[in-house]
């Protein structure tokens, strides 16, 4: 790279026709940020909007970034379906401390659901009580891990088991569910994204988490930082139905930032 190009980016803006110029551009600066907007590319470089948006396609061809609604991003914006014994694996020392800090939120003599998914099992596993607590819950590894713990009582709902993530779906829960009602709701999730609102990648599962959300007065999520700026193929709500999200330190504090800014209550373990 030339001292005249050096010299016109520390301007602010510059004219790059070399389509090379540009991809070592775009690569540099979502390496740094982590995402970019097409927007901003165009501002930065004074090239086109048509012109961004190829030089993105081809980056994205070459496996170099994803694509997404406005800009590009260095991780895959779209969660997919992983089998809950691979992520389990996953961030788990994130989901402990997610864990600890949620179990704090439950009150005594409660009723509460918990939803399926590895970052919910784990809240099960450090969940003791002194007084009594009814839990509610799709996932079969959340019921067996609490069924015999002191002062816990267990509705397992009913329904088709799905293997990929040990839990269950369809009418039969959802029956159930009209019968029922809870303090509060804990959901792991697979995408929080500020436009779209909070999804997980199983549509099935998707439709069962809103009527546990409709079920319950209190909707807490729980997410490491890779959910942020994310989407699953099922959206469950819209962020102002959230109340509470629980995450870790390493989720960006901009988009902290924006999520307390329209309400809900952030927790950072």
Do not use: W
Not at 68 to 84: H, M
Not at 87 to 98: C, D, G, L, P, V
Not at 127 to 141: G, M, N, Q
Not at 147 to 173: D, F
Request: proline content about 2%.
């Amino acid at each position: 790279m030339d001292m005249a190009y050096i010299c016109n980016e520390a301007k602010g803006s510059f004219i790059m026709k070399n389509i090379t110029e540009r991809h070592q551009y775009i690569l540099k600066r979502i390496k740094e940020k982590s995402k970019i907007s097409i927007q901003e590319l165009c501002d930065v470089m004074n090239v086109s909007n048509v012109t961004i948006r190829k030089d993105l396609k081809l980056l994205e061809e070459k496996k170099l970034l994803f694509r997404t609604k406005g800009g590009a991003s260095l991780n895959n914006p779209y969660a997919i379906d992983k089998p809950i014994l691979i992520k389990e694996y996953i961030n788990a020392e994130e989901k402990r401390h997610i864990a600890q800090a949620a179990v704090k939120l439950i009150n005594d003599n409660d009723s509460i659901l918990i939803g399926s998914g590895t970052t919910a099992y784990t809240l099960a596993q450090h969940l003791y009580r002194e007084t009594h607590l009814t839990v509610i819950t799709p996932a079969l590894k959340v019921a067996l891990e609490l069924c015999n713990r002191p002062n816990i009582e267990v509705l397992q709902l009913g329904g088709l088991i799905r293997p990929n993530s040990s839990s269950v779906a369809g009418q039969y829960a959802m029956n159930i569910l009209d019968e029922v009602s809870c303090g509060m709701v804990f959901i792991g999730v697979d995408g929080i994204d500020l436009d779209f609102g909070v999804s997980i990648s199983n549509i099935s599962e998707a439709t069962l988490n809103q009527k546990m959300i409709q079920t319950s007065r209190n909707l807490v999520i729980l997410a490491d930082h890779t959910k942020f700026g994310r989407r699953g193929l099922g959206k469950i709500c819209n962020l102002d139905d959230v109340d509470c999200i629980v995450t870790d330190r390493k989720t960006s504090t901009e988009y902290i930032s924006q999520l307390e800014d329209i309400g809900i209550r952030v927790i950072i373990t």
